[in-house]
């Protein structure tokens, strides 16, 4: 999931995942209609909380997609090896 906002965020995915993936300012927060249909696991909820709580190094935009790949893999199996 964290791919396909990343792939959204930098304008490599579908239009529809683009569009749920905007970055808004805190003071431009809205309530989206698939909150209410869908719940907690839809993309336009799950995608963007997930890529909030990624580290910064992860969220830089500077980031090629292969680069992020390899910086998410390692922070996913740091991240499980220290809770296992």
């Known amino acids: 999931m964290a791919v396909l906002v990343y792939k959204s965020l930098h ?4 239009q529809y995942l683009v569009e749920d993936c905007e970055l808004v ?15 907690d ?3 336009p ?4 909380r997930l890529w909030n709580s990624l580290p910064s190094n992860l969220r830089q935009s500077d980031l090629t997609l292969q680069q ?9 199996l740091v991240d499980w090896d220290s809770s296992a």
């Not at 304008?11 to 579908?14: D, E, Q, S, T």
């Open 25 to 39: 300012a805190a003071a431009d927060r809205r309530q989206l209609r698939s909150s209410d249909m869908f719940g």
């Open 68 to 76: 992020f790949r390899r910086a998410l893999k390692t922070y996913c």
């Open 45 to 48: 909820i799950a995608g963007p």
């Open 11 to 14: 304008g490599l995915a579908p």
């Open 41 to 43: 696991q839809a993309f």
